[in-house]
């Protein structure tokens, strides 16, 4: 297989944020509370806290833009290099699983792997060469990686950074959402939310739209610049009981503030989980370094 | 497990360079590396015959990987951050055999080197002539290379140390019993002679008495040495005649038997020509009456002896050192036959000042009042003779080592066989050796360590600070020793054989450890040695058969008449 490495940097065409907003959400507000009962909730005093809470995370990092040459015409692809992994914080918090995997993905039929001098990148094939789709790839497989070590571990907490489709099946996943696009409540409840204060959280809401799951807002300990500031959104597989995600609500209510980080730590502070960004920088740290990777690509071009 | 996974301590980390005199191992879990341990690691190159590389450990460090900030650490602690220690450790090459300078690759094995690899390590393996020199933190011998020591390829020894906390006598007096213990010596050991000046308390006198202080584990590190614990078999002790004692009794408070009181006589005094160690001063060097001083001299050699040490100086009997200042002030006074040709009046009489101000410190050293003097006189026949200088004025003790030392040097010389060696054991040499200035004493000393090596003296010289000693002195010792060090001190340029964290640890060094620095090996190493196994005070000293003999004078001591 012929192929050649765009000599722009990998960073350039890529597109950076997947979670693109589902503006067709339907919400049921009234799964906890009516909506005139709605109100900031503060957590229980769970006593003892919640004990062995897993923490999930995945990060990617495009190594190289590749076009795989097919007769006269060229199929783009990317050579990726993604990791997933999971900290368990039992007392310890301790890096229990990080796997790293690397993947050429392209729509290209003739593709074949890519061997380097230190590493090689298998097929991964994606359904066409747009880079959007190509992108869209690489997150889902590092989605599957950190579904299969999540699942691996047993806690009765599993804190997934994102989004919580399709991960639904990990027992105890709650999706951990950071940004927001889109305000899914509306009026007097998004006013709600505005009016958390720290530690408190929503009452519990249905999100029905491609796929249904319940979800909460709650605001983290830290300086309230705007009304925003420090809320997260969780999710919750919608198969749950209502009283189950309830408890599971007041769970991660009362869990979650002692794992905030401060602004000087991390300039996505305090929604940047102390045990995700630590998380994050040993998977980076183990996805090789980028300058050597592209070097190899380029001389397995030649 | 087999041995060599056993003995893998880590990997040559590649995050810092890796170069061949100093590298970075990082440390397997569970696996820990000490300062002064000494590993060894290989490097094949290709093509070539494999390379061994060995080194000492000369930091060691652990810190958290993940963390970023110091405050991270509350954030691991407390179960909310992941992080991992990791121990590093920084090795200092020692050796690489065969001499092919080239870096340990990152992630070669690094194995504890242990017997056979320690030896080669440290170059033990090389040494014909192994002086154990004290044991190192892992409980393993250290030795000197003994041709260092005993002239054929260098010699002297010199100790620095904080006082008190370097115990820089007792290491040289541990030497010393190695020397004549372990058999390094062989047959040699029995002619063999040191002299110990003892500056401070009576420490020294006891040293033919075992210790009962000494434990049975004390025991096994010197059996583990390769040497009998015990006192020293053959020593000698000379104390000075107490002040106003008619019958020169030695001034010693602690030890009633088996010392002899040292002093010269005025006829000794007189044809030795010792008075210019009266003028050892720094002082003295820069005045004008140095002339004086030597034409006295060389006058006083004309004295006629009237036995008993007591001499008559044209006319004049003169029994006492008093009598002998008071001959020599009128002498000088009255023209220029003594005095030397224009001599001023006022250099004169600075002479005689001076002269005067040794009456007291002196007088019970040089007199002609005592019948049997050669019996008082500082002789070498034991294997050991300890002379006590502690309770001198500084004035005295420059004249007793001055003179004993100049006596030793010119005896040796004459022998003209530099075998058997002789050990010198002088302690504040700094008093007596001093950077600036000279006189006849620094001279005298110069001589020890510029041609001591040939004429077999050793000198095993100690000072707090080296950087107040004459710097050829120090820098003629083949072994450098110190124990605890200021830590201004420890900066200076004398201290530049020890580096890095090495000058850092010597001010933070205990009793009992010392880092000794030897041609062959690179790097100084730390070895502690064993409790001494003589007494070094009364209530440690047990019974000794030899000290309880009989004196030769079962009288000596009580009035005559």
């Known amino acids: ?302 | 497990m087999n041995e060599d996974q056993a003995r893998l301590v880590g990997r040559v980390l590649g995050t810092v360079d890796s170069t061949p005199l100093e590298f970075w191992v990082a440390l397997e879990p569970g696996r820990s590396l000490q300062l002064d341990d000494v590993v060894a690691t290989v490097r094949r190159p290709p093509g070539g015959e494999p390379v061994s590389v060995y080194g000492i450990v000369s930091q060691v460090r652990a810190r958290y990987e993940g963390a970023r900030f110091d405050s991270d650490v509350f954030l691991i602690e407390d179960g909310v951050l992941p992080g991992e220690v990791c121990e590093a450790a920084q090795i200092t090459t020692t050796r690489v055999e065969p001499e092919v300078f080239i870096p340990p690759l990152p992630g070669a094995a690094v194995m504890r080197a242990e017997g056979k690899d320690r030896d080669q390590a440290l170059f033990f393996d090389g040494m014909d002539k192994r002086l154990p020199a004290g044991v190192s933190r892992s409980g393993e011998p250290v030795f000197l290379n003994l041709e260092f020591l005993d002239g054929t390829r260098g010699a002297h020894v010199n100790i620095s140390g904080i006082s008190g906390v370097a115990t820089k006598t007792t290491y040289a007096t541990f030497l010393l019993y190695s020397l004549f213990n372990s058999g390094v010596l062989g047959a040699e050991a029995l002619n063999t002679k040191a002299l110990i000046f003892n500056v401070k308390g009576e420490d020294l006198l006891f040293l033919d008495h075992p210790n009962i202080q000494l434990t049975g584990q004390d025991e096994d590190r010197y059996r583990s040495l390769g040497m009998p614990p015990g006192p020293f078999a053959s020593a000698a002790f000379y104390a000075p005649p107490r002040t106003g004692d008619r019958n020169a009794a030695p001034d010693v408070s602690s030890r009633s038997r088996g010392v002899t009181s040292f002093f010269w006589t005025i006829e000794e005094f007189c044809h030795d020509e010792l008075l210019p160690f009266l003028f050892a001063d720094a002082e003295d060097d820069r005045q004008h009456y140095t002339m004086v001083v030597f034409n006295v001299a060389a006058q006083l050699r004309h004295a006629t002896p009237i036995g008993e040490g007591g001499v008559n100086i044209e006319g004049e009997e003169v029994r006492t050192f008093r009598e002998l200042v008071e001959v020599i002030t009128s002498k000088v006074q009255e023209g220029n036959e003594w005095a030397g040709p224009a001599i001023g009046l006022g250099t004169i009489n600075a002479f005689i000042r001076r002269l005067y101000g040794t009456i007291r410190p002196l007088e019970r050293l040089i007199r002609g009042d005592i019948p049997d003097a050669p019996g008082h006189r500082v002789r070498l026949e034991k294997q050991v003779t300890v002379v006590d200088l502690h309770n001198l004025p500084d004035r005295a003790k420059r004249f007793v080592v001055g003179v004993v030392i100049r006596k030793t040097f010119e005896e040796k010389e004459r022998s003209g066989r530099a075998r058997p060696l002789l050990f010198l054991v002088l302690d504040e040499l700094n008093k007596y050796a001093p950077k600036e200035g000279s006189s006849p004493i620094k001279e005298i000393l110069l001589d020890v360590a510029e041609r001591g090596r040939s004429l077999g003296i050793i000198l095993v010289g100690a000072q707090q600070t080296a950087s107040q000693v004459e710097d050829r002195i120090v820098g003629q010792s083949s072994i450098r020793v110190v124990g605890r060090l200021d830590s201004a001190e420890a900066e200076r340029g004398q201290y530049g054989f020890l580096k890095g964290a090495v000058r850092d640890r010597a001010t933070i060094l205990k009793p009992g450890s010392m880092m000794v620095s030897q041609p062959e090996i690179p790097v100084p190493l730390l070895v502690e040695f064993p409790f001494p196994a003589w007494a070094s005070r009364p209530s440690e000293a047990g019974a000794n058969p030899a000290a309880m003999d009989e004196p030769e004078d079962p009288f000596e001591g009580l009035p005559s008449s």
């Open chain 1, 1 to 302: 297989m012929r192929f050649a490495i765009e000599t722009w940097a990998p960073e350039y065409g890529a597109a950076t944020d997947h979670e693109l907003p589902e503006t067709g959400a339907t919400v049921d507000a009234e799964i906890e509370r009516d909506l005139d009962g709605w109100a900031p909730i503060a957590p229980p005093s769970l006593d003892p806290p919640p004990e062995r809470i897993l923490f999930t995370d995945g990060v990617r990092r495009v190594d190289a833009q590749v076009w795989i040459e097919d007769g006269a015409a060229s199929c783009p692809g990317i050579c990726a290099t993604f990791a997933a992994g999971a900290v368990l914080c039992d007392g310890r918090a301790e890096v229990v699983s990080a796997e790293v995997r690397r993947g050429l993905f392209t729509a290209a039929p003739q593709a074949e792997a890519i061997r380097c001098r230190h590493v090689s990148y298998p097929v991964r094939s994606a359904p066409s060469g747009d880079p959007d789709v190509l992108s869209l790839a690489l997150q889902q497989r590092m989605g599957e990686l950190e579904i299969t070590l999540a699942a691996a571990h047993d806690a009765p907490l599993v804190i997934v950074d994102g989004p919580l489709r399709g991960r639904q099946s990990v027992p105890g996943a709650v999706g951990y959402i950071k940004t927001h696009h889109v305000s899914y409540l509306q009026g007097a409840q998004e006013q709600v939310v505005a009016a958390l204060g720290p530690g408190q959280r929503t009452p519990v809401f249905l999100m029905m739209s491609s796929w249904s799951r319940f979800s909460w807002y709650l605001r983290l300990p830290g300086s309230i610049g705007h009304p925003w500031a420090g809320v997260v959104r969780c999710e919750a597989s919608a198969d749950h009981e209502t009283s189950d995600v309830i408890a599971l609500a007041d769970a991660v209510a009362a869990a979650l503030p002692r794992f905030s980080s401060k602004p000087h730590k991390d300039p996505r502070a305090p929604q940047n989980l102390y045990p995700i960004a630590g998380l994050e920088r040993e998977l980076r740290r183990r996805l090789g370094d980028a300058a050597l990777l592209y070097r190899d690509l380029r001389v397995a071009a030649a």
